[in-house]
């Protein structure tokens, strides 16, 4: 394999799309694009204005207390842009249904200014077939994309068919933190929702309450079954943790009532 095929394979893994630069364009640097994101990774998102479908003024910080999922995109990209999106979709079903319904929030926002309006966002979710209620389509100006988008570590750079950049969503944590950078447009089921579900424990974690410990019962057991391409609930590991504590019991009792046969045994 050539050098150039490596790049182009490395290019395809991570959702790098890069078209064609014309003449006078900056050509796209997938190396300094993904260390810039990866360099994001810890910095906390400052409270950004947007606008959504129904022209509703929304701020990052309404949905702070539980993970977010920041997803940039452009409503005019026929291809890629789409695919992310419904892929993101299913991972964004599994955890739903694995962590509940309001275990965390989706931010889907138009990078493209001057066509990314808020109808256009809205129309957008609607025929990619979105109606999950904490998933929303979002725009903003030129300033709040530009700033957010240096946050964030997410480059773009306009092409003569649109514009290159990295397939990234973006993962915050409750407090608006960057803790994680998903790459690609075929993200898994797992991709999305193992980091969700490690920030929900650790949440859990942080009180030691009688619920909280219930809560990270639930997400131990809540195992992924790649024959469903879903989560479930296994009870194995109480089955198996009940099985040996009874086993050791019978084994206690055994050698109780030897010992004491052997005691009255005795003249």
């Known amino acids: ?16 799309y890069v078209l064609p630069a014309a003449a ?5 640097d997938d190396k300094t694009a993904l260390e810039i994101s990866r360099a994001a990774i810890g910095r906390q998102l400052a409270d950004y204005s947007f606008i959504d479908g129904d022209s509703n003024s929304v701020r990052l910080s309404d949905f702070r207390g539980r993970p977010v999922l920041i997803n940039m995109i452009y409503t005019s990209c026929s291809h890629y842009c789409p695919i992310t999106t419904q892929t993101l979709a299913d991972g964004v079903k599994a955890g739903l249904d694995a962590l509940g319904d309001d275990s965390f929030s989706v931010l889907t926002i138009g990078f493209d200014v001057r066509n990314d309006k808020p109808s256009r966002m809205r129309a957008y979710g609607r025929a990619q077939g979105i ?3 904490n998933w929303h389509f979002l725009a903003a100006n030129s300033e709040t994309i530009l700033a957010l988008t240096e946050q964030a570590g997410f480059i ?3 092409s003569s068919q649109g514009y290159d950049h990295l397939a990234q969503t973006t993962l915050l944590d409750e407090d608006g933190r960057i803790v994680r950078q998903l790459y690609g447009a075929n993200l898994t089921v797992p991709q999305v929702v193992e980091p969700l579900k490690r920030l929900r424990s650790g949440q859990a974690a942080s009180l030691a309450t ?7 019962i639930r997400l131990f057991c809540t195992l992924y079954d790649p024959d469903r391409d879903a989560y479930r609930f296994d009870w ?16 206690v009792t055994f050698f109780v009532n030897q010992l004491l046969v052997h005691i009255r045994a005795r003249p």
């Open 1 to 16: 394999m050539t050098g150039r095929e490596v790049t182009a394979a490395t290019i395809l893994a991570l959702g790098i």
């Open 24 to 28: 006078g364009e900056p050509e796209f």
């Open 131 to 133: 109606n999950f209620p």
């Open 156 to 158: 773009f750079y306009p």
């Open 210 to 216: 009688m619920e909280n410990i219930v809560e990270r």
């Open 236 to 251: 194995s590991f109480f089955i198996g943790l009940g099985i040996g504590m009874l086993s050791i019991g019978l084994m």
